[in-house]
T-cell receptor, first 109, second 114 residues
Framework: GENVEQHPSTLSVQEGDSAVIKCTYS??????FPWYKQELGKGPQLIID???NVGEKKDQRIAVTLNKTAKHFSLHITETQPEDSAVYFC????????WGAGTKLIIKP | KAGVTQTPRYLIKTRGQQVTLSCSPI?????VSWYQQTPGQGLQFLFE???????NKGNFPGRFSGRQFSNSRSEMNVSTLELGDSALYLC?????????????FGPGTRLTVL
């Protein structure tokens, strides 16, 4: 079946440094790629998304890049802050959202 | 505008019992999706309802079922509970349920099966 692979499963970075999370999808017909952030005790919340006709999108310290040929997309967080600590999920959608397994991002003070 | 609400927030059941979870979407949202979240498996799609009809279904056994009411509120039911059903069950709503619309998640119902 269709799947999304997400790496790494845990990422620890120094406060102020950048963090990069990568995902690979299998369904070449996927056309929507959201990233969600889940804080402890809460449901996931959309932080940024990208459609298949766009290669890159930025929103302040967060950016997402998409390589349709290679079928992978990445989340980039610059100037990380303590409040960025959370679990991040990528997903790819054709008829339904297929989710990555999540990345636990730890920001070290 | 109120967010997605799920009740109850926590539930403890024993093997063999059944359980019903409830989800109220954001006002005006017609699509409701259900997910199971476990530490090792991430988010697993259960099913999606749109205008009271099940539109998509994930790869779960028939013990998992759901329905949607005319006011878009949704329930999911799990019968003959197993230990492996212990998980966080998340509900997400979206405006029209097309392929692109953003999903808004509720806080989830934590189900523990003893």
């Amino acid at each position: 079946g269709e799947n999304v692979e997400q790496h790494p499963s845990t990422l620890s970075v120094q406060e102020g440094d950048s963090a990069v999370i990568k995902c690979t999808y299998s369904d070449s017909a996927s056309n929507y790629f959201p990233w969600y952030k889940q804080e402890l005790g809460k449901g996931p919340q959309l932080i940024i998304d990208i459609r298949s006709n766009v290669g890159e999108k930025k929103d302040q310290r967060i950016a997402v890049t998409l390589n349709k040929t290679a079928k992978h997309f990445s989340l980039h967080i610059t100037e990380t802050q303590p409040e960025d600590s959370a679990v991040y999920f990528c997903a790819a959608r054709n008829y339904q959202l297929i989710w990555g397994a999540g990345t636990k991002l730890i920001i070290k003070p | 505008k109120a967010g997605v609400t799920q009740t109850p927030r926590y539930l403890i059941k024993t093997r063999g019992q059944q359980v019903t979870l409830s989800c109220s979407p954001i006002s005006g949202h017609r699509s409701v999706s259900w997910y199971q979240q476990t530490p090792g498996q991430g988010l697993q799609f259960l099913f999606e309802y749109f205008s009271e009809t099940q539109r998509n279904k994930g790869n779960f056994p028939g013990r998992f079922s759901g329905r949607q009411f005319s006011n878009s509120r949704s329930e999911m039911n799990v019968s003959t509970l197993e230990l492996g059903d212990s998980a966080l069950y998340l509900c997400a709503s979206s405006l029209a349920g097309d392929r692109i619309n953003e999903q808004f998640f509720g806080p989830g119902t934590r189900l523990t099966v003893l």
